[in-house]
């Protein structure tokens, strides 16, 4: 553990912990925007930023992306980084005037508009780059990236077509701070085919990838559950039998033995996806099926390889 100084108050870290972790930790707040515990530090929306003092030298950093050290002075309130929150928070708020979060932090600091050598655009994308670092370090799809530079960067999929390594997830539309990435299902998709067009069933849509994907239905309710393409991917990725993902979390519950017709033959710990099942000797001395109920994700592969069809599934409401 390191001791450093935030606002004049003593506090306690980890080393190697950034300032922002630490920050938070003893409740003093620090504004950001490109920051999420689920991908690494980036410091690109510059809003964190702080003044630290460590020995003669004096600073400003940015606090996601800097490590406490034993007996730094932090501020994060001082003139310096007040003028400088301020000034990135103009810069955002020429980009994006319309977004609600830039708008609400720039009249957290007294800024009502963009001075006017400032260029007015109308962005909606304020390039923090959560979605893209989401989808390369934490789905690994790929997916997305940076084009261009300057003014004319932007993030999109290769060359601005269709994400073809899009998963649907929506982890990015997730992590966005400003909203513009929308994912939306579609009941009632449809295609335009030379006979003419075609209904193919509920569709997931992100129009900012190009992405359209059709979802698998939950064999019991009937209803979407998540993108088929997704699922086929975690099949391969994670070793699942197919039927692991035939069913909605809302429809899955444990299942019971029928000990009249188990038998104890074993088939269904061989293909249970999570270990749920094991082998028991019942008050008669027989060898059954047990389920272990804390386990048991409800799946309900094992009743498919159930030879005496013991295994029962629970009614559902």
């Not at 912990?17 to 920050?23: G, M, P, S, V």
């Not at 809003?47 to 940015?62: H, K, Q």
Request: glycine share 8%; proline share 5%.
């Amino acid at each position: 553990m390191v001791q450093l100084t935030i606002n004049g108050k003593k506090i306690k870290a980890a080393k190697g912990e950034t300032i922002l972790k630490a920050a938070r930790d003893n409740g003093i707040h620090i504004p950001t925007l490109c920051s999420n515990d689920a991908v690494e530090p980036y410091g690109s929306c510059r809003l964190c930023v702080v003044e630290i003092t460590s020995g003669a030298m004096t600073s400003i950093e940015t606090s996601c992306t800097y490590p406490v050290a034993e007996g730094m002075d932090v501020s994060t309130d001082s003139p310096a980084v007040m003028k400088a929150r301020k000034a990135v928070l103009e810069l955002l708020l020429a980009r994006c005037p319309n977004v609600k979060i830039i708008k609400e932090l720039a009249a957290e600091y007294g800024i009502e508009k963009p001075g006017d050598h400032l260029f007015m655009e109308n962005e909606y994308c304020i390039l923090c780059g959560l979605c893209v670092r989401g989808c390369h370090e934490i789905v690994q799809a790929g997916a997305i990236s940076y084009s261009g530079n300057g003014k004319n960067k932007k993030v999109e999929a290769p060359f601005g077509e269709e994400a073809e390594s899009c998963i649907g997830c929506g982890s990015c539309a997730f992590v966005c701070p400003t909203g513009i990435i929308k994912v939306r299902d579609v009941a009632k998709a449809t295609e335009n085919m030379p006979g003419g067009e075609v209904e193919i069933g509920t569709e997931r849509v992100i129009d900012n990838w190009n992405r359209n994907l059709k979802m698998q239905t939950c064999k019991i309710s009937g209803n979407p559950i998540a993108p088929e393409y997704m699922l086929k991917r975690f099949q391969q990725t994670m070793l699942l039998s197919p039927q692991f993902f035939n069913i909605s979390m809302g429809r899955r519950e444990p299942l019971t033995v029928d000990e009249d017709l188990c038998v104890g033959c074993g088939s269904c710990l061989e293909e249970c996806p999570v270990g749920a099942m094991r082998l028991i000797v019942n008050d008669k001395n027989e060898i059954r099926n047990n389920i272990m109920s804390n386990h048991c994700c409800g799946c309900q592969t094992c009743t498919i390889y159930c030879v005496r069809s013991a295994i029962k599934v629970p009614a559902m409401a």
